[in-house]
């Protein structure tokens, strides 16, 4: 015997009200990235074609790199994020904690650099930071000084109470202390020279660890600091005020903060995919290596020589970057944080 008609339209009607927010969530990627100048340039250069080519609608939600991954780690269980955007410290965690899915094969990524390939395919380098020195070129000039030229100035004693680095648990800091250990003959692996130096002949002239972008900025535009640690693409932006900072890429080398974009696992949202290939693609690089300065890891985008000033650009500063074992780091970085919160800071 058939149902009645009533039921049948109840029942029709209920199959409708559920197929709705499935269809709607088609239509709709989430990603989760920084904020700020990168949000905005992402917002109004970077997203519109690429929404406008596929039909849909990015929701994007700003936050730092342990933002974002603390963010993923309490939504294992039912993801709420497509594409997620960090710092390769904090996404290489992500991956061993199985939060990104697999990368599907695609010809761009041929053209990437190795620096851009991580182990296991399930992220791709998006740009390359590098953290270098910068220093307050008018201030040097009046003082008569060189400028800096080695991981080492930062223990000359003429920059007693000018020098701003930010702490262990940013990013920058880590370099710096790695960077520190191989003047001494270490490594990630042999962390003890690092800690030594910073001790014994760097904290002294340490002003501030300083951690925020803004409070790093006014320091130096105030003239408090005159030297510091920090990435191309934060020199680079302060250098576009028209304040007078360049950014040194130290002889020893400077250090690779890659910025990484990964499929989150349990989302299967081919939009995913689409999205982690159109960013890397060398029009989106070239976009974003203009506007904020992230150094491009597609071999076939091309800049001026204007436009490349400052950032890693090119296969000769891009692959000679310094690569962190973050296999190894990640899992003792606690242990260093505690360690330098006792013996440098404390």
């Given amino acids: 015997m058939s149902k009645p008609r009533s039921a049948l339209l109840a029942s029709a009607a209920m199959s409708l009200v559920w197929a709705i927010p499935a269809s709607a969530q088609d239509n709709v990627l989430y990603v989760a990235a920084y904020g700020g100048s990168y949000e905005?340039?992402?917002r109004q250069q970077v997203?519109?074609?690429?929404?406008?080519?596929?039909?849909?609608?990015i929701e994007?939600?700003?936050?730092?790199?342990?933002?974002?991954?603390?963010?993923?780690?309490?939504?294992?269980?039912?993801?709420?994020?497509?594409?997620?955007?960090?710092?390769?410290?904090p996404a290489y965690q992500a991956i061993a904690l199985g939060l990104c899915g697999d990368l599907e094969a695609a010809p761009v990524y041929d053209d990437l650099y190795d620096m851009a390939k991580i182990s296991g395919n399930q992220a791709v380098g998006l740009g390359a930071v590098a953290t270098g020195l910068m220093y307050n070129t008018q201030y040097f000039e009046e003082q008569g000084w060189e400028p800096p030229t080695s991981w080492a100035d930062l223990k000359d004693p003429k920059f007693a109470g000018k020098l701003v680095i930010?702490?262990?648990?940013?990013?920058?800091?880590?370099?710096?202390?790695?960077?520190?250990?191989?003047?001494?003959?270490?490594?990630?692996?042999?962390?003890?020279?690092?800690?030594?130096?910073?001790?014994?002949?760097?904290?002294?002239?340490?002003?501030?660890?300083?951690?925020?972008?803004?409070?790093?900025?006014?320091?130096?535009?105030?003239?408090?600091?005159?030297?510091?640690?920090w990435g191309s693409a934060r020199v680079n932006s302060l250098a576009n005020t028209g304040f007078p900072v360049e950014m040194v890429y130290p002889q020893e080398g400077a250090v690779s903060l890659g910025i990484v974009g990964c499929p989150v696992a349990g989302r299967d949202n081919p939009l995913a995919q689409q999205l982690l290939q159109y960013l890397v693609s060398p029009e989106v690089q070239e976009t974003v290596a203009r506007g904020y300065g992230y150094g491009p890891v597609n071999r076939n985008a091309s800049l001026t020589e204007e436009e490349a000033e400052?950032?890693?650009?090119?296969?000769?500063?891009?692959?000679?970057?310094?690569?962190?074992?973050?296999?190894?780091v990640n899992p003792v970085r606690e242990e260093w944080n505690t360690r330098w919160t006792r013996e440098v800071e404390g």
């Fill in 60 to 89: 994007y939600t700003a936050g730092n790199s342990t933002d974002t991954l603390a963010r993923l780690v309490a939504t294992r269980s039912s993801p709420q994020i497509d594409v997620a955007i960090m710092d390769d410290g």
């Fill in 310 to 328: 400052g950032i890693p650009y090119g296969p000769e500063q891009v692959g000679q970057l310094r690569v962190i074992d973050w296999d190894y």
């Fill in 166 to 229: 930010p702490p262990l648990s940013n990013t920058y800091g880590l370099h710096a202390l790695v960077m520190q250990a191989e003047l001494g003959g270490g490594d990630e692996r042999n962390i003890d020279p690092g800690f030594e130096a910073f001790v014994n002949e760097i904290d002294a002239n340490v002003l501030a660890y300083e951690a925020s972008p803004g409070q790093m900025t006014a320091l130096f535009q105030s003239g408090q600091a005159v030297l510091g640690v």
């Fill in 47 to 57: 997203f519109p074609a690429f929404e406008q080519e596929h039909g849909v609608r």
């Fill in 40 to 42: 905005e340039l992402m």
